[in-house]
């Protein structure tokens, strides 16, 4: 066999040197670095919208086109209702939410996770091994930031929304739909999670864009695929 030359031996241990701190290192992440992974990363992403708390259902007929429906004892209809009539006055309702769009199932997002817990707790609670969850079996998009009150008919109602209205749009128009969803609520705070196959989401190259419709919200948001590797790995 023929003997590699210096130049080869380094082009081949380099990489794998480098691929290897970033797994190695996670511990030694900075504060700021963790908050960097968590929401303004290859894995996750900012993104302020504007809320809808009126249902987008057909506008009604206006009275003028209704006959008999004129005179001074008709009223004409108003608009259509506020999204669950949720008994609070309507100027106290959110106008905009600040999301993070971000894969939690990521390893460095998991890790960055793990860290954060346990720096908040002072040390005090669960190890870093504890925290650092196993890689989930589906690749999980988390949505974090929606208001509380949209789940005022219950979480399960937000949930069948997410599942009719969040697709993946991969290269060459593939489509994909989420398996599974779930809304957690605290306090004030919804956060969102949909489940996709993994199998779907290969690194094919190109762009994944999260098209989602909550009838309250509505975004989109692209993550290139080329980003995403940690450790030479495609992470999601």
Partial sequence: MRAMNRRELLAGFLPAVCAGADRDDWTRWSDRKVLEILTDSPWARRRRVRLEWFRRDPEPPR????????????????GSNPI??????????PLEADLIIRWSSALPVRQARALYVQRSQGGAGRTLGELLEDEPEHATLEIHGLPAQIAHKGAGSVELAAMQGIRLRLPRGKVVAPVKTRADITGLTLDLYAYFERSALGPAGGEIEVVADLQIARFRERFRTSQMLYGGRFEI
């Fill in 63 to 78: 009275a003028e086109e209704m006959p008999g429906a004129t005179g001074p004892n008709m009223r004409r209809p108003g």
């Fill in 84 to 93: 669950g009539g949720i008994g609070v006055p309507r100027t106290s309702l």
